[in-house]
């Protein structure tokens, strides 16, 4: 099978990789770029663990091909902080706690980051069906909720 070069920029730096074409996007970021905060659950869009910023839209990157990817702008968690400062939503999953094993938080943190983005306002109802797109078996989801509402009041004091 012959490989295919991929042009990607991710997390501001550019990046050229041969792959071949059913390999997906999680692949590439995991095994050839070594960004292993982007999880590798179940393989098939079911728990949203492996969410990134695509275009700054999030998506299951188990589920894009890494071709259909060509040319694109992707955020993983290794690219929310700004160096060693948290973004808001980062800082506010510490302070609430809504972190447990860490293996749903990448995924969480990116589609808050990006519901924030989008609303920087956003209702109970919207920060529900933002966090819904991924499964946690250790916090309920309470405090999830709780720290992107409070991103939510700490980005809009944010200058």
């Known amino acids: 099978m012959e490989k295919r070069l991929v042009k990607l920029t991710v997390n501001g730096v550019a990046h050229e990789r041969a792959v071949a074409p059913a390999a997906t996007l999680l692949e590439v970021l995991r095994e050839e770029l070594f960004l292993t ?6 393989d098939v869009g079911d728990c949203g663990c492996c969410t990134v ?12 091909l890494a ?3 060509d040319g694109a702008e992707i955020r993983t968690i290794e690219g929310v902080a700004n160096g060693n400062q948290l973004h808001p939503v980062q800082q506010a999953f510490v302070d609430h706690g809504a972190i447990q094993c860490g293996f749903c938080t990448p995924s969480m943190v990116l589609n808050a980051v990006h519901l924030l983005d989008t609303n920087p306002s956003p209702d109970a109802a919207a920060v529900k069906t933002c ?6 078996r250790c916090t309920g989801y309470t405090k999830i909720e709780q720290a992107v509402h409070a991103a939510a009041r700490a980005c ?3 200058p």
């Open 131 to 136: 966090v819904s797109g991924t499964i946690c």
């Open 37 to 42: 905060g982007t999880k590798r659950g179940c």
């Open 67 to 69: 071709l259909e990817a």
């Open 156 to 158: 809009t004091k944010t």
């Open 53 to 64: 910023l695509l275009d700054g839209a999030p998506v299951l990157s188990c589920l894009v």
